[in-house]
């Protein structure tokens, strides 16, 4: 007998190491986003029919979805698979680890351009943390009302259970990596 939640895992893990959105799937798939939505959270019994056209929609054979994963106990994410993301205002971040399921965490590069400002981002659930190392440049952490300034080889550590934010006061461009442990799934927004 087939785990629905471990078949639903295998789906939305196959998905995003292959940076794919659930309606980009859908559609190469030929089924609606609420099907692969409800396959994906382990709440819908697929037919065969509709596991083969979602296995051909990631473009993978249907025995991967449907077999037993082996226990993997090392996960690579090769540097040419890392997402890099370039936002607006001019930087970008890259998705440094490989994605695991039940596990949410994430190692991020981000690079900042002189006198840049990401933004603010939301407060995620408690039990939510960041760390950050300043690679180069100088960075202005805020996280609630408390605003620090890191240089190159700083690094901080806050509870993420508030609204936080990253700008690059300088002149010249700033790199850093954060570190997160995140208790709840992303924002619509994307992570720096």
């Known amino acids: 007998m087939v785990d629905l939640v471990a078949l639903g895992l295998r789906v939305q893990e196959l998905r995003r190491l292959r940076g794919l959105t659930l309606q980009q799937v859908a559609a190469a798939a030929g089924v609606s986003v609420s099907m692969l939505s409800s396959v994906e959270r382990g709440r819908k019994a697929p037919t065969v029919v509709v596991l083969g056209r979602i296995a051909d929609g990631l473009g993978v054979p249907l025995v991967e ?3 037993e994963p082996e226990v993997r106990r090392v996960v690579v994410r090769r540097a040419a698979d890392q997402d890099t993301v370039d936002e607006p205002g001019g930087w970008s971040r890259s998705i440094l680890t490989p994605v695991v399921p039940g596990v949410n965490f994430e190692w991020i ?3 900042l351009p002189p006198g840049c400002d990401a933004g603010r981002f939301p407060a995620y659930a408690q039990g939510s943390h960041e760390y950050v190392v ?4 100088t ?6 009302d408390q ?3 890191l240089s190159e080889g700083d690094s901080a550590y806050f509870a993420a259970d508030a609204e936080h934010g990253y700008v ?3 002149p010249v461009p700033c790199a850093y990596y954060v570190a997160a442990l995140i208790m709840r799934p992303r924002a619509a927004r994307p992570h720096p």
């Open 65 to 67: 979805l449907v077999a």
């Open 109 to 111: 590069r981000t690079t």
């Open 134 to 137: 300043v690679e180069s440049g």
């Open 139 to 144: 960075l202005r952490l805020t996280v609630a």
């Open 147 to 149: 605003t620090v300034e």
């Open 168 to 170: 690059n006061p300088c």
